[in-house]
Nanobody, 114 residues
Framework: QVQLVESGGGLVQPGGSLRLSCAAS????????MSWHRQAPGKERESVVG????????NYADSVKGRFTISRDNAKNTVYLQMNSLKPEDTAVYYC???????WGQGTQVTVSS
């Protein structure tokens, strides 16, 4: 059974960091491109960053460049999103996606607030 389970979200102060995890089952993340997306209240879902099957990060959103990093642990079959220097405007539900199947996880809430 294919599953994507995100975790690691929470409440963090501006300037803080979080690392999101996307644990996959039913397929190998090392064989496919994956991506992170987010949806803020009242806004459309937007792409944050992707990672190719070769482990190369792609298409960082301008708003997160230099602050967010995508990575992958093939042994754990997990994709990560390291988020540093968080801003209130990063507040959103974050989703990972198996791109070729347009298969989404359930999302994890990130709230950046003092």
């Amino acid at each position: 059974q294919v599953q994507l389970v995100e975790s690691g979200g929470g409440l963090v102060q501006p300037g803080g960091s979080l690392r999101l995890s996307c644990a996959a089952s039913g397929f190998l993340v090392s064989r496919y491109s994956m991506s992170w997306h987010r949806q803020a209240p009242g806004k459309e879902r937007e792409s944050v960053v992707g990672i190719t099957r070769y482990g190369i990060s792609t298409n960082y959103a301008d708003s997160v460049k230099g602050r967010f990093t995508i990575s992958r642990d093939n042994a754990k079959n997990t994709v990560y999103l390291q988020m540093n220097s968080l801003k209130p405007e990063d507040t959103a539900v974050y989703y990972c996606r198996w791109d070729s199947q347009s298969f989404w996880g359930q999302g994890t809430q990130v709230t950046v607030s003092s």
